[in-house]
């Protein structure tokens, strides 16, 4: 049996654990927080750029042209993989690079944002084209050159799809692993409420359809309106995505650091058990002891 001084040092030990994740955890709930905030800050310009993209999309002008709504057959693919730099997130990671393992293909290239994927794609050999870091908060400017990176490999018909996996943010003790295709753009998904754009049920673009009389007039002319909007709005559709993994990211950290800081506790009170319990041994032992030796000298 571990004898006091031992069970003091790691009482000690655990106590200045439980404090770093106590302090882990409060830092996660407020980075949650904000990214939270950040993705319904975004709210009103997804509202906005959809109706404009829908306005366009019922415009009588012929839009089969533009060149990210082409299908094409997917003989090469591209997969954004957003993950987390830094690990203490439970099995966040692990989950997120389960589903895009069972979704790989030998024709499917990576690009990363986030450490804990870039490294796991480079221990199963997998094709990395690049790695975007990215900062926390995440800026809309940053994700702007991961998209514009994919974009450019898709007009040039180097792929024929754009797929992300994020996590997808359900709430503080859910997060799911998504797999979303960014590009070609479907029609009918420009319309379609995205739980990942921080819009809510009551959140209606069916008002979108509501033309005034006469219509809209668009200068230069409907179709370099939308080519030149579309862009953006998928640079915006990538962001919604970074910001649902970083409040995924924070959420599951702060559960995680919740559950190290009661098991700290409970460890805690268990070596305390222990040590009064050898403390209490130690005492009779040495009151037999001197009770033994007093009968000795009677």
Known sequence: MANTRDIRI?????KSTRQITRAMQMVATSKMKKAQDQALAGRPYAGVINKI?????????????????????????????IS?????????????????????SDNTSYVTIGSKGRSALALAQKDLLADFPVSDPVTFKEISAVTKFVIEKFEAGEVDRVRVAF????????????I?????????????KKEYEGMEDGDDLSEVYDVPEGGYIYEPDSTKVFNEILPHYLKYQLYQMVLEARASEHSARMVAMKNATE?????????????????????????????????ALE
């Not at 366009?56 to 082409?70: G, R």
């Not at 503080?172 to 998504?178: D, I, R």
């Not at 590009?183 to 319309?191: A, G």
């Open 10 to 14: 790691r009482i000690k030990g655990v």
């Open 180 to 192: 979303r295709t960014l590009l070609p753009v479907e029609d009918s998904s420009i319309t379609e």
């Open 167 to 178: 996590t997808n943010f359900v709430n503080t003790l859910s997060q799911k692993p998504w």
């Open 263 to 295: 098991n700290a506790k409970e460890m805690i009170d268990e070596l305390t058990l222990q040590y009064n319990k050898v403390r209490q041994a130690a005492i009779t032992s040495e009151l037999l002891e001197i009770t033994t030796a007093q009968l």
């Open 53 to 81: 993209l829908a306005h366009l999309s019922q415009d009588e002008t012929e839009l089969d042209e533009c060149p990210l709504l082409k299908v094409r057959e997917v003989n090469r693919e591209i997969c954004i993989v």
């Open 84 to 104: 987390t730099d830094k690990g203490l997130c439970g099995g966040l990671n692990s989950n997120l690079m389960r589903s895009v393992m069972d979704e790989s």
